[in-house]
């Protein structure tokens, strides 16, 4: 059963913790699930603590109601107008996105929906991502004079350069099908479909070492800004001391015996 994160009601955010799976939940469905400052602050005490609790082996994000994330919360933005206010909630935005990004375990978005604006960053941060086909994704900011430009950080990192700039210049939706096309989620299933597609990952990522899940994670990203020989280095660093873990010690062993592995979790 999900349990409420805050004192509110209807709680902000919900969590459940099953097998090794930690879903979060956005939980104000009844206004398309905005990142407010107090979602945001409630994600990144989560987050921080899943970072060091090595039960959670894979993190699902999902979202309540009617969509998964339409974004920053505007009503919020317009009502404190200055700019020392602006640049504290882009911060911390970005600080929620990095840490996403850096934490050890897997994070799928679970979506369904709207993902606009920085529901639409949301889910290009996350590792991995499988949409329902009512769902519908757009930079859409520049409708409203305020062109996306932190969610073109991970935008442009998941699909082509031109792909990226035609959604944030006109601001238009694409749907998962074409989501899926251009890289920016792994899955497009039937809405019925949706939690057994995630289900599905989860339980293939669940079968393999943690240790080598997490050193994988973060030299993919590390790699992912750095020049092709310098890539190499920290790649090849990261495998010889993976090597050298248990997993892949008992891993290659098996493979060598011609039997299955047994991880020790």
Known sequence: MAQPLMNEDPPYLLRRDDHGVTTLTLNRGDRLNPLSEAMMTLLQKEIDAIAADSRVRVVVLAGEGKAFCAGHDLKQMRAQPSLDYYQRLFKQCSHLMLSLQRLPQP???????????????????????????????????????????????????????????????????????????????????????????????????????AAAIAMGKKMFYQQDEMGIAAAYQLAGETMACNMMHDCALEGVQAFIDKRSPSWRR
Do not use: W
């Open 107 to 209: 994070v799928i978005a679970r979506v369904h929906g709207l993902a606009t604006a920085a529901g639409c960053q949301l889910v290009a941060t996350c590792d991995l991502a499988v949409a329902s086909t009512d769902a519908s994704f757009a930079a859409s900011g520049v409708n409203y004079g305020l062109f996306c430009s932190t969610p073109a950080v991970p935008l442009s990192r998941n699909v082509l350069r031109k792909q990226a700039m035609e959604m944030l210049l006109t601001g238009d939706f694409i749907d998962a099908h074409e989501a899926m096309a251009r890289g920016l989620v792994n899955r497009a299933v039937a809405p019925e479909q949706l939690d057994q597609e995630v289900a599905r990952l989860t339980t293939s990522i669940l079968a393999k070492p």
